[in-house]
Nanobody
Framework: QVQLVEFGGGLVQTGGSLRLSCAVS????????MAWFRQAPGKEREIVAA????????FYAASVKGRFTISRDNAKNSVYLQMNNLKAEDTAVYHC?????????????????WGQGTPVTVSS
């Protein structure tokens, strides 16, 4: 069974930074594409960023491009989301997700494995 556990959420002021981590177990991590999603209160879940198993191909939502960076460390079975210049509209519960990757599979999903989420609150 694949388990994903997120770390690093919290309260930060506008303009601040946070780094989220997601530890994956139960599956060969290097075979997975990974993504970060978020869901704000009263809104639908949206994809924030994603990265192919090769660690080269990436996707970013327009709202976070230039501020967020996704990365992975296959030796540590982990994926990260560095969030800089945070805004109030970034407030949400952030989930990491994974799926078995293959050539041509789209980064937008669908994703099969999900973490429980970590809350991020950006205060002005």
């Amino acid at each position: 069974q694949v388990q994903l556990v997120e770390f690093g959420g919290g309260l930060v002021q506008t303009g601040g930074s946070l780094r989220l981590s997601c530890a994956v177990s139960g599956r060969i991590f290097s075979s997975l594409a990974m993504a970060w999603f978020r869901q704000a209160p009263g809104k639908e879940r949206e994809i924030v960023a994603a990265i192919k198993r090769d660690g080269i191909s990436e996707f970013y939502a327009a709202s976070v491009k230039g501020r967020f960076t996704i990365s992975r460390d296959n030796a540590k079975n982990s994926v990260y989301l560095q969030m800089n210049n945070l805004k109030a509209e970034d407030t949400a519960v952030y989930h990491c997700a994974g799926n078995v990757d293959w050539y041509g599979r789209p980064l937008l999903g669908p994703y099969d494995y999900w973490g429980q989420g970590t809350p991020v609150t950006v205060s002005s």
